[in-house]
């Protein structure tokens, strides 16, 4: 597979794996949210932007519709974010940015 089709199917995969693990199907309550982030991010960089030990603030950031829980829509968003985490970390861009419930989302640089 390239490497793109890698990172779709990952995506897809884990965000399914984790919030058919109980509760709601298809939506990640906070127990299956910090069950992801402790198991599938390693890097320091982005559990410093996005981290299990902060579920309540990771939840407020997420939950856009505020249901309480993780639609993948939703999903998509926070990886979007880490993505950017790493994206401004390699080309030197940004800095602290990215934390908090404040940030805005559609921000552009
Ligand atoms: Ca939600």
Redesign the pocket.
């Known amino acids: 597979m390239a490497r793109l089709d890698q990172v779709i199917t990952n995506i897809v995969d884990i965000f399914v794996e984790y919030a058919d693990d109980g509760g709601k199907k298809r939506q990640l309550n906070k127990e299956e949210l910090k069950k992801l982030f402790e198991q599938e991010i390693q890097s320091p960089d982005l559990k410093d932007t996005i981290s299990a030990d902060d579920i309540e603030e990771a939840m407020a950031m997420l939950?856009?519709?505020?249901?309480?829980?993780?639609?993948f829509r939703?999903f998509c968003r926070c990886v979007c974010v880490l993505a950017k985490c790493y994206f401004n970390k390699r080309t030197g861009k940004g800095g602290k940015r990215g934390r908090g419930k404040d940030q805005k989302e559609e921000e552009e640089d």
């Open positions: 939950d856009k519709n505020h249901d309480g829980e993780v639609n939703e």
